[in-house]
């Protein structure tokens, strides 16, 4: 039976709960592995404003969040939920990538719809480790920043693919060695290990990220790397954080004059 894209991601992006938007994954999944998937979209998308999260978790300001140490098995809740929830965010964002600017063709459809399926597969285990430890993804409140970035650039292909990919996501590559590092101190070997699987695939989505933006830039009669730091000074508030993780970095496609000049900013 042939399965339609364009009904996955609008029930993926549309529906508000955890269990239908993990639905449309599965779906996706099976129709790609088969495959019996239409990848035609039609009509006009949405505005971002119209894609749906649960009630749970409750989002506030990302000040309001508590600190917690990473000592204690509640910090180490802490930090699982905020990672689930990160996760949970960056399936509807891989997802309203390929629904959003479905005009950049079936290759970077599949791309992003690939990305969606690990983003699930991530989510998904952060949240079943979440259960082993006696709690659940919507226990403690979260923050909407990253679908906010989303919404800011909902109308320039560039700017979402510099923001999300090589500037959000890519930060993870630079913070996930450290959480790695807590957890394994705390001898939680099963946190480690999904958060090391976590970092090795999310090289790649960044690189994608980075691929993908090269190739809107040129098509545009940009330059790449000046206009990546032109949009970060656009859109980010408070600056670049460092250290980065040069050789997560670098695999994930950014150059050496990038890497130099994002360290010359970082406070």
């Known amino acids: 039976m042939l399965i339609h894209l364009q009904t996955i991601l609008e029930q993926g992006l549309f529906k508000p709960s955890v269990a239908e938007r993990l639905s449309a994954l599965s779906l996706l999944n099976t129709a790609v592995a088969e495959p019996a998937l239409d990848w035609t979209l039609t009509g006009d998308p949405e505005p971002a404003t119209a894609v749906l999260f649960p009630d749970q978790p409750?989002?506030?300001d990302p000040r309001e969040l508590p600190k917690r140490?990473?000592?204690?098995?509640?910090?180490?809740?802490?930090?699982?939920?905020?990672?689930?929830?990160?996760?949970?965010?960056?399936?509807?964002?891989?997802?309203?990538?390929?629904?959003?600017?479905r005009s950049l063709g079936p290759k970077f459809?599949?791309?992003?719809?690939?990305?969606?399926?690990?983003?699930?597969?991530?989510?998904?285990?952060?949240?079943?480790?979440?259960?082993r430890l006696g709690s659940y993804y919507g226990a403690l409140p979260a923050h909407r920043g990253l679908?906010?970035?989303?919404?800011?650039?909902?109308?320039?292909?560039?700017?979402?693919?510099?923001?999300?990919?090589?500037f959000m996501e890519a930060r993870g590559l630079d913070v996930t060695p450290m959480m790695i590092n807590k957890c394994r101190g705390a001898g939680d070997h099963e946190a480690v290990a999904i958060l090391e699987m976590i970092l090795e695939e999310e090289v790649e989505h960044v690189r994608?990220?980075?691929?993908?933006?090269?190739?809107?830039?040129?098509t545009r009669g940009l330059d790449p790397e000046a206009t990546y730091f032109d949009l970060i000074h656009r859109f980010i508030q408070g600056g670049v954080r460092g250290?980065?993780?040069?050789?997560?970095r670098k695999e994930a496609g950014f150059s050496e004059r990038e890497l130099s000049l994002l360290g010359s900013m970082a406070s």
């Open 58 to 60: 409750v989002l506030v």
């Open 69 to 101: 140490s990473l000592s204690t098995l509640e910090g180490r809740i802490a930090l699982l939920h905020a990672v689930a929830h990160i996760e949970f965010t960056a399936i509807a964002l891989a997802l309203d990538m390929a629904y959003r600017f």
């Open 109 to 131: 459809c599949r791309d992003w719809c690939g990305v969606a399926l690990d983003e699930a597969r991530h989510f998904k285990a952060v949240e079943a480790h979440l259960i």
């Open 147 to 166: 679908w906010e970035l989303a919404e800011q650039t909902s109308c320039d292909l560039l700017a979402r693919l510099a923001l999300i990919p090589r």
């Open 208 to 218: 994608l990220g980075s691929y993908w933006f090269q190739v809107v830039a040129l």
């Open 243 to 248: 250290p980065f993780n040069l050789k997560a």
